[in-house]
């Protein structure tokens, strides 16, 4: 079973940046999708990036598309993702959360999540 802990969340103010990292237990890290899906207050849970096993494969939701980047570095079996011009909308918990090798939404395994606020 694979286990993921997220870290790099915080307040920030509106059009400033935050990078989340995302550790993953098991020596198989690299067999896996990752992802980060988000939830914010009153709100369904909703998908945000994936990076598939090799990170050749890379999903974006329409509304983090040029601000959000995903990556991961196998070596140290971790993915980051740099959030950039952020929104007062973006304030929610961030998720990772892995999957099958080739996943667009990979969602077999989930982290506690951590609290990114953005203010006005």
């Known amino acids: 079973q694979v286990q993921v802990v997220e870290s790099g969340g915080g307040l920030v103010q509106a059009g400033g940046s935050l990078r989340l990292s995302c550790a993953a237990s098991g020596p198989t890290f690299s067999r896996y999708a990752m992802g980060w899906f988000r939830q914010a207050p009153g709100k369904e849970r909703e998908f945000v990036a994936a990076i598939s096993w090799n990170g050749g494969n890379i999903y974006y939701t329409a509304s983090v598309k040029g601000r959000f980047t995903i990556s991961r570095d196998n070596a140290k079996n971790t993915m980051y993702l740099q959030m950039n011009s952020l929104k007062p909308e973006d304030t929610a918990v961030y998720y990772c959360?892995?999957?099958?090798?080739?996943?667009?939404?990979?969602?077999?395994?989930w982290g506690q999540g951590t609290q990114v606020t953005v203010s006005s």
């Open positions: 959360t892995v999957g099958p090798a080739y996943s667009d939404r990979p969602r077999d395994y």
